[in-house]
């Protein structure tokens, strides 16, 4: 009897055993080293960061402007002297607006400035024709010791103004909304590189 007690004890412990080495396994495979969880709670955080400065340096990088289409206007002096005196001399800004870069070919003695966003940018032209609109009973404006004849467009909520006293004619068409600065600034340039000359209105209407 003591011989099978032997046995029986012999074969519970044989049975035992892999028992033990179950849980070893079981508890083995759910440890985690405390770098790995560590890991596991920073990565959210550091993509979540990321994101969001991504989402402010892209708010914060210039928007790039599409190149500007200006269609042609008859400018017969655009290759005179008085436009390739000016246009070298006209500032990259006027106010919020910075000088646009336009489609080639593009008209000659021509510049343009646009807003960041875009829009619809100021154009100045230089070396046209006396405007049809320009006579003895046209009301003029001194800016900054130019004379300017005002013609306003109500469709495109803009408005052209014409420097009538110098050598040249000179257009700025400038959109609602853009301020003084444009027209002072151009007017400050033009009286530092062109003389003034004498008015040459077209006759009254009949």
Known sequence: MAAESSDHDSAKETVEQPAEGAA?????????SPALI??????????????????????RAPVEREPLVLGPVPAPAAT??????LLPALPTELGDYTKSTLVEPSPPATRAWQRADGGDPIVLRCGLDRPLEFNRASALQLVNNVQWFEARDQTAKASTWFAVDRETYIALTIPDGSGPTPLQAVSDTITANL????LDPGPLPN
């Open 24 to 32: 070893a396994k079981t508890e083995g495979s759910t440890q985690y």
């Open 38 to 59: 560590a890991t596991a709670v920073a990565l959210p955080v550091v993509l979540v960061v990321g994101v969001l400065v991504a989402a402010v340096l892209a708010r």
């Open 80 to 85: 005179g002297p008085a436009c390739t005196t």
């Open 195 to 198: 003389p003034a000359k004498p």
